[in-house]
């Protein structure tokens, strides 16, 4: 089975500063997707970033960037020029290729911005 | 981006009573609907797969008797707990996809058992 592993509890940064979120996963697979979802006070889960396991480029998506490095099964979140509206849960989660898969979430990181 | 609506927000009911818990896929006919299960805190932990037309496939550990799903339309799953306890009270979420790799959620549901 699948398992995902955010080793950081709680990280925090300064507004406008750059924050790198740790998630490391395993499997037998050598296709998958690897996201990770943001969850505000609201709870509602919005999807920042998705990578393709079989794309080598690293996905962006405006300030939000991932270092995907597929032999050590890692898959980081940096977050450039922290905005007060960053501040929530970040989880990291793992698909299997397929349009019905389930995702595997790992824990979570507290996300805390300071002003 | 596709908007998966969850409903009740929010539910308040009496130890021994059961709830019903909607989530429905608003603009797009969802194959496939996962229900998820948070505790303050702590992470999504995946309760029972979804597939129309079919039984769920339930986690292991989850009580299939406890927790009905029924996914009866494209558009439409329901999760209802059955003589809920106190223990029930959780934050209860679901989710849809459709041959994508991306999930929607739905704003999840706060369930109350007093």
């Known amino acids: 089975a699948q398992t995902v592993t955010q080793s950081q509890p709680e990280m925090s940064v300064q507004e406008a500063e750059t924050v790198t979120l740790s998630c490391t996963y395993d499997?037998?697979?050598?296709?998958?997707?690897l996201f990770w979802y943001k969850q505000p006070p609201s709870r509602q889960m919005i999807l920042v970033i998705r990578?393709?396991?079989?794309?080598?480029q690293n996905a962006t998506e405006n300030r939000f960037s991932v270092n995907f490095q597929k032999a050590a099964k890692s898959f980081s979140l940096k977050i450039s020029d922290s905005q007060l509206g960053d501040a929530a849960m970040y989880f990291c989660?793992?698909?299997?290729?397929?349009?019905?898969?389930?995702?595997?979430f790992g824990k979570g990181t507290k996300l805390t911005v300071n002003p | 981006g596709a908007v998966v609506s969850q409903h009740p927000s929010w539910v308040i009911c009496k130890s021994g009573t059961s709830v019903k818990i909607e989530c429905r896929s608003l603009?797009?006919?969802?194959?496939?609907m996962f229900w998820y299960r948070q505790f303050p805190k702590q992470s999504l932990m995946l309760m029972a797969t979804?597939?129309?037309?079919?039984?769920?496939?339930?986690e292991q550990g989850v009580e299939k008797d406890k927790f009905l799903i029924n996914h009866a339309s494209l558009t439409l799953s329901t999760l209802t707990v059955t003589s809920a306890h106190p223990e029930d009270s959780s934050f209860y979420i679901c989710?849809?996809?459709?041959?994508?790799?991306?999930?929607?959620f739905g704003q999840g549901t706060r369930l109350t058992v007093v």
């Open positions: 989710s849809a996809r459709i041959y994508s790799p991306e999930a929607f």
């Open positions: 499997t037998s697979e050598s296709d998958y997707y």
């Open positions: 990578q393709e396991a079989y794309k080598q």
């Open positions: 989660a793992y698909s299997s290729q397929g349009g019905s898969e389930k995702l595997v």
């Open positions: 603009d797009f006919q969802a194959t496939t």
């Open positions: 979804s597939n129309e037309g079919s039984k769920a496939t339930y």
